[in-house]
C-alpha cells in the first residue's frame, strides 16, 4: 500500500498515517498470535491424546487398585 503524503503541516493528515500504521502493527500481531495459538493448540491435543493412553496403561495394570474395591472389601470385612 503506497501512500503520498505531503507535508503542507496538516496535522490530520498525520494523524491518520500514525493511526493506520497502528493499525497495520495491532494486526500483524493478531496474525503472528493465531499462529503460536494453533501451534499450542495442536501440541495441546497431542498431549491429551499421549495422557489419556497412559492413564488407561496404568488402569488396566495390576498394581492399580480401584478405590470403589477398596471400600467394597473393607465394609464387607467389617460387617
Do not use: C
Amino acid at each position: 500500500m503506497d501512500v503520498t503524503v505531503h507535508l503542507d503541516g496538516d496535522p490530520t493528515i498525520r494523524e491518520e498515517g500514525f493511526f493506520e500504521s497502528k493499525v497495520d502493527d495491532l494486526n500483524n500481531k493478531i496474525k503472528s498470535l493465531e499462529y503460536d495459538n494453533a501451534e499450542l493448540a495442536k501440541t495441546n491435543d497431542g498431549l491429551i491424546e499421549r495422557i489419556s493412553k497412559l492413564a488407561n496403561r496404568y488402569q488396566n495394570s495390576k498394581g492399580f487398585n480401584h478405590p470403589r474395591r477398596n471400600n467394597y472389601s473393607q465394609q464387607r470385612w467389617l460387617n
